[in-house]
Every structure is written in C-alpha cells, then in structure tokens.
C-alpha cells in the first residue's frame, strides 16, 4: 500500500451515490403503495383469476422486491461488490429453500 | 518503503473532511458488512418462511388462516411500514445534505410508523390468541407466530436503534461519517420492510 495507491482509493469511493430526489422516492413511494392495493384487490379476485392468480401475485410481490432494494437502498445507483454481498445470501437462501420444499414434497401437494 | 511506513497514518479506515473511507476495495467496510449482514439475514428468514409455507396447511378445521386473517387490517399495517421506508429514505436524502434537523425529523417519523406496525401486529396477536390460536395450537400456529415474532423483533430492535441515532445526532455523538450512518441504518429498515413484502404475500395473501 502506498500514499497513491491510497488517494487511488479514495477516487473509487464515488463509487457510491445517494440515488434519486426526494420526489423521485415520493413517486417509488407511491407506485409501491398502487402494487400493494393491486395485490390486496386481486386476493379478492382469485376465483375469477384461476390458475392466473399466483403467477400474478408473486410478479408483484418481486416487483416490489426489487423496487426497494434497488432504489431504496441504492443498489442500482451503488458500487455492484454491494449487491454482490446481498444477492449471493439471497441465492443462497432461494437455492438451499428450494431444495428443502422439493425435498418435502412441498411443490407436488 | 517509505511510502509504506507513511500510508497507514492516513491509510485504513482513516476519515478525510468529507468522511470518505480509504479501503483496499475503495468502498466503506461498515458498509459492506451490512450488506454482507443483510445477505446472512436472507437465509434466516427464508428459513422461516419455508417452514411457515410447509406447515401451513397443518392445522384444525376451524383455525386455519382462512379464518382468522384480517387482510385490511393487515394490508393497513403493510402500508403503514412501506411508508416507514420512504420517511427512512428521506431521513438518509436528508444527511447527506448535512440537514441534522430534517434527518432528525424523518426519522422520528420512521420510528412512530415503525411502532404503529408493532402495536398492530401486538394486536392481532392477541386477536388471534382470543379466537383460540395458541403458540402451540398447531404446527401452522407455531410456524406463523415465529416468523411474523420474529419479523416484529426486527422492527422492534430497529426501532431502538433509530431513537438512539435521534439521540445521537442531537447530542452530535455519532462518530466517524454521519450521513453513512443513517445510510446503514436505513438499509437494516428498508431489508425489514423487504421481509414484510415477502410475509405479506407469501403468507396472508396466499391462500393455504
């Protein structure tokens, strides 16, 4: 490590941003409140929506996943070694679960 | 060698006058190991959640989720901490701009709607122990108080830690960078309000 390797370092560090405007969260704000009165309204509505139902609420239940981690918490304006540390507990947990349902016959009952 | 000998004085984990953090990745570490934190909290709660959505459908006829959610009711607390995190985001748009009284100010704001979420999840844990839903009622009874129990003593403990932060800020006691550590805080809120996303779905809109 030298004094330049040093200021190098200090250069990256913008690598990490504050993200958006404070409307900009407002507006996230906003349409995670309309997706969540969406989802709300459909599980009122699964007779009518049938086999439609799950597929449409687990596509909303991760858009608004991804909505926070993303902009609430600045992944997406933030360095990705942030998101790698984040996604790799997260896969892990899907990968590991998921065998453990399978392994419980979770998903043919 | 020189140079060696003189970079850690002003090396590692040293703050210059705008907090910046000199690293080996170049990023904070205290912000890298919450999200390494975050990462391990995944496998925590996915843990919980499957064993929720295995057990489920264990339970007596006339205590199964079907008859015992209240989904407006829970869709208003839902609300109620989905609001929490734009106030949290604020709160953090808010130190950055060294504004101490408006980060002050938002997250106050995120602990009240924090503990507006815990007193109703207070309440329809005790709505539901009336109706007869015990702990150890059932399997299903047993998987659902632990994971929605332990989802409220995250909030709980989140809670704390943003009123010591107010504290700490108004008695200009937070040490090193200020606004990164809203920022850390405010991750720790966003994740629980995440897992909420998650239960939310998962568990009371899903039928069993």
Redesign the interface.
């Given at each position: 490590?030298?004094?330049?390797?040093?200021d190098?370092?200090?250069?990256?560090?913008e690598?990490?941003s504050?993200?958006l405007s404070?409307m900009g969260?407002?507006k996230?704000?906003v349409f995670?409140?309309v997706v969540?009165?969406i989802?709300?309204a459909?599980?009122?509505t699964?007779d009518q929506l049938g086999a439609a139902f799950?597929p449409l609420?687990?596509i909303?239940?991760g858009i608004?996943?991804f909505c926070?981690?993303l902009y609430?918490?600045?992944l997406k304006f933030d360095?990705k070694?942030?998101?790698l540390?984040?996604?790799?507990?997260?896969f892990?947990?899907?990968g590991?679960?998921g065998v453990?349902?399978l392994s419980?016959h979770?998903f043919s009952s | 060698m020189a140079d060696t000998a003189v970079a850690p004085a002003t090396g590692h984990d040293a703050h210059d006058d705008h907090g910046a953090h000199h690293t080996s990745t170049g990023l904070s570490n205290n912000k890298l190991a919450m999200w390494m934190f975050l990462g391990s909290e995944c496998l925590l709660f996915g843990g919980l959640i499957s064993t929720y959505m295995l057990y489920r459908g264990r339970h007596s006829e006339n205590l199964g989720p079907d008859q015992v959610w209240d989904i407006p009711f829970t869709s208003a607390s839902s609300f109620v901490l989905l609001m929490s995190s734009l106030t949290m985001v604020l709160a953090v748009s808010s130190a950055h701009r060294k504004d101490d009284r408006n980060t002050k100010v938002w997250l106050m704001v995120t602990a009240l709607l924090g503990a507006l979420f815990v007193a109703g999840q207070v309440y329809e844990f005790t709505t539901f122990y009336r109706e007869g839903l015990g702990f150890t009622t059932s399997l299903f009874s047993s998987s659902f108080y632990t994971l929605t129990g332990f989802h409220g003593v995250h909030v709980t403990v989140g809670i704390i830690m943003l009123t010591s932060l107010v504290g700490m800020i108004g008695k200009n006691r937070v040490p090193g960078d200020k606004a990164e550590t809203v920022e850390l805080f405010g991750l720790y809120w966003h994740f629980v309000d995440v897992v909420w996303i998650l239960i939310f779905t998962l568990v009371y809109l899903i039928p069993a």
């Open positions: 490590m030298t004094v330049t390797d040093t190098q370092h200090h250069d990256t560090h690598g990490e504050h993200g404070d969260y407002v996230i704000a995670l409140a969540t009165a989802e709300v459909l599980s009122y699964q799950l609420l687990l909303l239940m608004k996943f926070v981690i609430f918490m600045h360095s070694l942030f998101g540390m984040f996604y790799i507990g997260m892990l947990a899907i590991c679960y453990f349902l419980m979770f | -």
